[in-house]
């Protein structure tokens, strides 16, 4: 069971994404559902560690195995999903991911996954290109340029 749930004053997510980049280049994605772009990762489930959600969203999602080299934020979100006008409030761990040992960069570019009924489409981005994309995690279009190097805590308002 996804550690989410919904009240009287909104819904709270319990996720994990996953920072993959090489060159100066960051994996991005979008679903069929989504207008803007976000990082692989997902809903932690029950029960199970952030590490573990994080390996098995990215296995879900891009069938390869990543190796977290270490979390570098434990982001705070507030935001109103406008499509649903519905409150979140989110906690979301981002890891730095090492994906030099899968083939992750022999499918291009640019490129299409099916996940169950979803299809994702997945984009490599340069840092620089994100500031003019609609993505999230807002913060990151900044934040890509000087990872931190000890894990963070921060928080973000909408």
């Given at each position: 069971?996804?550690?989410?749930?919904?009240?009287?004053?909104?819904?709270?997510?319990?996720?994990?994404?996953?920072?993959?980049?090489?060159?100066?280049?960051?994996?991005?994605?979008?679903?069929?559902?989504?207008?803007?772009r976000?990082?692989?990762?997902?809903?932690?489930?029950?029960?199970?560690?952030?590490?573990?959600?994080?390996?098995?969203?990215?296995?879900?999602?891009?069938?390869?195995?990543?190796?977290?080299?270490?979390?570098l934020?434990?982001?705070?979100?507030?935001?109103?999903?406008?499509?649903?006008?519905?409150?979140?409030?989110?906690?979301?761990?981002?890891?730095?991911?090492d994906?030099?040992?899968t083939?992750?960069?022999?499918?291009?570019?640019?490129?299409?996954?099916?996940?169950?009924?979803?299809?994702?489409?997945?984009?490599?981005l340069?840092?620089?290109?994100?500031?003019?994309?609609?993505?999230?995690?807002?913060f990151l279009?900044?934040?890509?340029?000087?990872?931190?190097?000890?894990?963070?805590?921060?928080?973000?308002?909408?």
């Open positions: 069971m996804d550690i989410s749930f919904k009240t009287d004053e909104g819904r709270f997510n319990y996720r994990v994404c996953a920072i993959m980049t090489y060159n100066g280049n960051i994996l991005t994605m979008r679903d069929d559902h989504s207008p803007f976000y990082l692989p990762g997902g809903r932690v489930q029950m029960c199970e560690t952030a590490e573990e959600a994080l390996v098995r969203e990215v296995r879900e999602e891009l069938a390869v195995t990543p190796e977290i080299i270490r979390p934020w434990l982001n705070q979100a507030f935001f109103t999903e406008e499509v649903l006008n519905v409150r979140f409030h989110e906690l979301c761990v981002y890891f730095l991911t994906i030099s040992k083939d992750l960069l022999l499918k291009g570019e640019r490129f299409t996954l099916s996940e169950g009924e979803h299809v994702n489409e997945f984009e490599w340069k840092f620089e290109q994100l500031k003019d994309e609609y993505f999230y995690p807002i279009k900044e934040a890509i340029f000087d990872l931190p190097q000890n894990f963070t805590i921060r928080t973000e308002y909408e």
